[in-house]
T-cell receptor
């Protein structure tokens, strides 16, 4: 069974600080990794995708991937109250077309003013 | 910006009734997906669809479920005889290609409540 594990939180971070979210995955052949943000009652919204080992930066967000450790993380710099949401780590394992996304259960992030 | 749309936003039905959830994927996308999220739980894959046939389906997607692309724009999920445990948020997604890792764009979801 392919699994994606996240700490459910809540993770409370003061406004302006760095929020660090972590995720591990079980399937070594996983190739594609995503972070989605989900507000309560809403659909997942893509924040970042990463495919290669190392860091990928996009604005205030940095995704980090370590395939040897089967570990993905997301850093949010200068955290804002609007960043308060559940962050879903997601993985696509296969090379085949129409590959399914396997989601973690999400980490609830709360940015306190 | 193009987006995936879903109707209805909310659906309430009686156990045993049939429901059809509708999705309009992004217009130039070729790969379509349904996911569901039971309240407080993970987003779970149900089925993927390409070239008018199912590419992959999960254990959840049993004989009570079916998908169809009845015309050039709509993509539907039918639940033939709903059960209480089918109550969930159902998300449609689409992607432009089947390359592994291609971004899947999610619709706003349909909240299904089975009584």
């Amino acid at each position: 069974q392919k699994e994606v594990e996240q700490n459910s939180g809540p993770l409370s971070v003061p406004e302006g600080a760095i929020a660090s979210l972590n995720c591990t995955y079980s399937d070594r052949v996983s190739q594609s990794f995503f972070w989605y943000r989900q507000y309560s009652g809403k659909s997942p919204e893509l924040i970042m995708s990463i495919y290669s080992n190392g860091d990928k930066e996009d604005g205030r967000f940095t995704a980090q991937l370590n395939k040897a450790s089967q570990y993905v993380s997301l850093l949010i710099r200068d955290s804002q109250p609007s960043d308060s949401a559940t962050y879903l780590c997601a993985v696509i394992a296969g090379y085949s077309s129409a590959s399914k996304i396997i989601f973690g259960s999400g980490t609830r992030l709360s940015i306190r003013p | 910006e193009p987006e995936v749309t879903q109707t209805p936003s909310h659906q309430v039905t009686q156990m045993g009734q049939e429901v059809i959830l509708r999705c309009v994927p992004i217009s130039n996308h070729l790969y379509f997906y349904w996911y569901r999220q039971i309240l407080g739980q993970k987003v779970e894959f149900l089925v993927s669809f390409y070239n008018n046939e199912i590419s992959e389906k999960s254990e959840i997607f049993d004989d009570q479920f079916s998908v169809e692309r009845p015309d050039g724009s709509n993509f539907t999920l039918k639940i033939r005889s709903t059960k209480l445990e089918d109550s969930a948020m159902y998300f449609c997604a689409s992607s432009s290609s089947g390359i592994a890792g291609e971004t899947q764009y999610f619709g706003p979801g349909t909240r299904l409540l089975v009584l």
